[in-house]
């Protein structure tokens, strides 16, 4: 692992690096060092991995304002790096909208996003509907969102031996789970992206269930297809054969000129 800038890091592993890129984007309360394990998952590709503000090499930087101020961040990132595309933009949870966000902007600048892969999240108005009436996670009390991160997955049942990574997971997800509650619950005006979008989920994650997934086609004038594996919130990890085996199928597609949803 290695920095390309001080918040992009390089998890491709030799010294030849792969000419395709992909980006990813880690959950609320997430960092680079944690979704290392994902990157199996793109095979054949260099992958890099967005670090955002208040963790790890960035622990002393505020926390990011907004969802749109990441995106934001993250293109910049790439042009400083010559990384605008084409490029295969990838988000999970929370990650899922900064790398939404991100697409919106890069391919205003007339970058290329080869895809959009969202996994375990729905787009921004259909999850704004099935959580306006809850608890937002960073109101929660500690005892609830602990159980939330250990129920769900984020979190492993042997971190409770270490109290420093319990606080500071708590930390993190409170004030990530803040700027995306945020996020949804706003009117947005971004225009729908151009390129093709996969929707991943889990069969048991109620964050997509019942047309969480499909919604996202309203969000591009490309191609958008869905796949649900097995798992909840967190199925990349107990699923990985079958995510990477998805990824691979949507990448090896030629990019259709035609717009519309084709679920699969």
């Not at 390089?10 to 890129?21: M, R």
């Not at 708590?170 to 990530?176: I, V």
């Not at 958008?224 to 990985?240: I, K, W």
Request: hydrophobic content about 45%; aromatic content about 6%; proline content about 6%.
């Amino acid at each position: 692992m290695r920095a390309v800038t001080t918040r992009l890091w390089d998890l491709s592993v030799g010294k030849n690096q792969p000419e395709k890129v992909a980006l990813l984007f880690p959950y609320a309360g997430g960092a680079v060092f944690a979704v290392r394990r994902w990157v199996g998952l793109l095979p054949g590709r260099r992958v890099l991995a967005m670090q955002y503000p208040g963790r790890g090499n960035l622990a002393t930087q505020p926390f990011a304002a907004d969802i749109e101020s990441l995106a934001q961040i993250a293109v910049a990132d790439l042009v400083t790096a010559g990384l605008e595309g084409p490029i295969a933009i990838v988000g999970h949870s929370m990650g899922a909208y900064v790398a939404y966000e991100t697409a919106v902007r890069l391919e205003a600048r007339g970058g290329t996003v080869e895809r959009l892969i969202v996994a375990g999240a729905a787009p921004p108005a259909e999850t704004h509907r099935r959580l306006v009436e809850e608890t937002p996670p960073h109101l929660q009390s500690d005892d609830e969102l602990l159980d939330a991160l250990l129920n769900g997955g984020g979190l492993p049942a042997a971190a409770l031996e270490n109290r420093d990574l319990v606080a500071l997971s708590l930390r993190l997800t409170r004030r990530d789970s803040e700027i995306w509650w945020s996020y949804v619950l706003r009117p947005r005006s971004s225009p729908p992206i151009r390129c093709d979008i996969l929707a991943l989920g889990g069969v048991d994650d109620d964050t997509t269930a019942g047309g969480g997934l499909e919604a996202w086609a309203r969000e591009t004038t490309g191609a958008c297809r869905t796949r649900e594996l097995p798992g909840g919130h967190f199925f990349l990890d107990g699923a990985r054969a079958d995510v990477a085996a998805a990824i691979e199928d949507e990448l090896a597609r030629p990019a259709p000129q035609r717009a519309g949803l084709d679920n699969q």
